[in-house]
C-alpha cells in the first residue's frame, strides 16, 4: 500500500532576524497510510504544531522532503492539488467560517475550485450529514456553539473530498461536551475510510486513535499503538505527558482488585469492564 503523506528526513527552523534561527523539527522520517487515525501528542513546545503545517504545505522544510502522493511540498506550482488531497481544520473554527450562512459556508471553498452547481449541492449536503449538522444549514455560524461551529469547518473541508484531513489541535478551544461531539465526527469518518491526523494535547482524544506518534524536542520518540504507547507511563511522564485519566482510574481499581484490567485507555472499555463487575457484585 502506497501511503498519502511521506516526510524524509524534515528539519525546520523559525527564522526570528537576519541572524538567528529557532531549530523546531529535526530529521524527522515518517509515513501515513490510507485509512489510518493518528494521533500527533507532545507537551506545548515539542514541535507537534509545526509539524502538523508540514503535512500539506503550509509550511516547507528547510531540509529533507515532505510527499502527498508523489508530490512535493516544495513544489508551488503542485500546492492546490496538495491541499485536496489533504485538509486541515484548525484550532479556531471561526477563522475558517467565511460565510454568513452554514450551507453558504460550505460550499465556499468548491465555488473557488469550479465544482458544478448540482454536484456541490450533492457534497454539501452529503457533508452536512456526516457532521450531523443538516438541521443547521440555514443558521448563521455565528449563533451557533463552539462544537457546532467546528463541525461546520470539518464540513467545510470534508466537502472538498480529501484523502487526509489534519485537524491541528482542533478540540483545544472546546468544552467537554463540544470536543466529544468533534471526536465522533473523526471516528465515523474514519470508519467511512477517510484518513485522519489530530495533533492533540489531550490523552482521551489520542487514546481513540490507532497509532500515536510522540514529538518531544522537534524529534519523533515513541511511535505505535496506543495500549502499547500508554504502557510506558514513566517515559510519557519524563515528557511531561500523561496517561488517560480512565487508564489512571483502572489502575487505581486493579490495586485493589487484581482481576480489573489495568491495560484500559478508553471510556467505553471502562465503562464495560465495571459493568462486567458489578453484575457479579464485586464493586
Not at 96 to 118: C, K, M, S, Y
Not at 183 to 192: A, C, F, P
Amino acid at each position: 500500500m502506497e501511503p498519502i503523506i511521506t516526510l524524509e528526513n524534515v528539519s525546520f527552523s523559525y527564522k526570528i532576524n537576519e541572524k538567528t534561527t529557532v531549530p523546531v523539527l529535526k530529521n524527522i522520517s515518517f509515513s501515513i497510510f490510507p485509512g489510518e487515525y493518528v494521533a500527533i501528542i507532545g507537551h506545548n513546545g515539542s514541535g507537534k504544531s509545526t509539524l502538523s503545517k508540514h503535512l500539506n504545505g503550509i509550511l516547507m522544510p528547510d531540509n529533507g522532503d515532505v510527499w502527498v502522493h508523489d508530490l512535493n511540498t516544495k513544489d508551488a506550482k503542485k500546492k492546490r492539488e496538495i491541499r485536496k488531497s489533504v485538509g486541515t481544520v484548525f484550532q479556531h473554527p471561526d477563522n475558517q467560517i467565511v460565510a454568513t450562512i452554514v450551507e453558504e459556508d460550505i460550499a465556499f471553498g468548491l465555488e473557488n475550485i469550479g465544482v458544478p452547481r448540482e454536484e456541490m449541492k450533492k457534497r454539501v449536503d452529503e457533508a452536512l450529514n456526516v457532521v450531523k449538522m443538516s438541521q443547521f444549514r440555514h443558521r448563521p455560524p455565528h449563533h451557533l456553539s463552539g462544537g457546532q461551529k467546528q463541525r461546520v469547518a470539518i464540513a467545510g473541508v470534508l466537502a472538498m473530498q480529501p484523502d487526509c484531513i489534519v485537524f491541528d489541535e482542533a478540540t483545544s478551544m472546546l468544552d467537554s461536551f463540544g470536543r466529544k461531539e468533534v471526536l465522533q465526527v473523526m471516528r465515523k469518518m474514519n470508519n467511512m475510510g477517510m484518513t485522519i491526523i489530530t495533533v492533540t494535547h489531550h490523552m482521551s482524544e489520542a487514546a481513540e486513535a490507532d497509532r500515536i506518534i510522540v514529538v518531544e524536542g522537534g524529534q519523533i520518540v515513541m511511535d505505535g499503538p496506543p495500549r502499547e504507547i500508554f504502557k510506558h507511563k514513566q517515559k510519557l511522564e519524563d515528557l511531561q505527558l500523561e496517561v488517560p485519566s480512565v487508564s489512571q482510574m483502572a489502575e487505581g481499581i486493579h490495586s485493589q482488585f487484581s482481576d480489573f484490567s489495568s491495560e484500559l485507555i478508553q471510556e467505553d472499555e471502562f465503562i464495560d469492564e465495571v459493568d462486567k463487575f458489578a453484575k457479579v457484585g464485586v464493586i
